[in-house]
């Protein structure tokens, strides 16, 4: 059996997914950590309740990696506002901005004014090719983007994610400074499947940014590690038969 590259030596940027406070300054000093992503649902997970507060903190010391900050508002006319607010936290900041409202709605029409203003976009909750096309056809060729297909999701529905994602890469051939990112990454191989298909970014929750230590691990001796693990387990329980 071929032994792993080592997360080194892939092409792939890996960022830390999360709003832990801690889990976000820890990883920040992780050469092979390139980046981060927040989003409101996590945000809540981490009982944030400043957001303005909690991004100007991280941005303190995380200052040269990227970091994305997502908008809350479902009109068009607020999300704007609160892009041009979170734009102006930090020159390495993108705004994340979902690729439709609640409603269905598209938020093409921001996205152009926006990328073509020069600010740095984190198109996300993307599922399909065609909400991939759609978007490639608004951004800026000049701006930095990130178009973030959640794979891991569509891997949820029994669906292969990776004829998407390679075809979004091919579908954003023609913007130079737009990134093709994995989203919604559930274990360790999805790195590996990731950059076999050419995507730029994977985005990798902390739980599984832990396990990377067990990449190239004997089998054999994981075997045993389980083994033992189950062991001290009923033992601990005061299990019996």
Not at 150 to 169: L, Q, Y
Request: net charge negative.
């Amino acid at each position: 059996m071929e032994k792993p590259k080592r997360i080194e030596d892939l092409r792939i940027k890996l960022f830390g997914d999360g709003a832990a406070h801690k889990d976000i300054i820890e990883m920040a000093g992780i050469p092979y950590i390139k980046g981060f992503t927040t989003n409101p649902t996590l945000l809540q997970q981490a009982g944030v309740t400043n957001y303005a507060e909690f991004a100007k903190e991280i941005l303190r010391e995380v200052t040269a990696k990227p970091i994305s900050f997502e908008v809350f508002s479902d009109d068009l006319e607020n999300m704007e506002q609160e892009a041009r607010i979170i734009a102006g936290w930090g020159k390495n900041v993108f705004v994340k901005i979902p690729v439709t409202n609640t409603k269905g709605e598209s938020t093409s029409s921001l996205i152009k004014k926006l990328s073509h203003e020069g600010i740095s976009l984190n198109v996300t909750a993307i599922l399909t090719q065609k909400q991939v096309a759609q978007v490639s056809s608004v951004l800026s060729v000049e701006t930095p983007s990130i178009v973030s297909v959640f794979a891991g999701r569509i891997a949820d529905t029994g669906v292969n994610p990776m004829p998407i994602m390679r075809e979004s890469k091919e579908i954003l051939c023609s913007l130079p400074k737009a990134e093709l990112l994995w989203a919604s990454c559930r274990e360790v191989y999805n790195i590996y499947e990731a950059e076999e298909v050419g995507v730029d970014i994977i985005t990798v929750p902390y739980s599984v940014l832990h396990k990377l230590g067990d990449i190239g691990k004997d089998l054999t001796e994981y075997s045993l590690d389980a083994v033992k693990a189950f062991y001290e387990a009923g033992k601990k329980a005061g299990l019996s038969i």
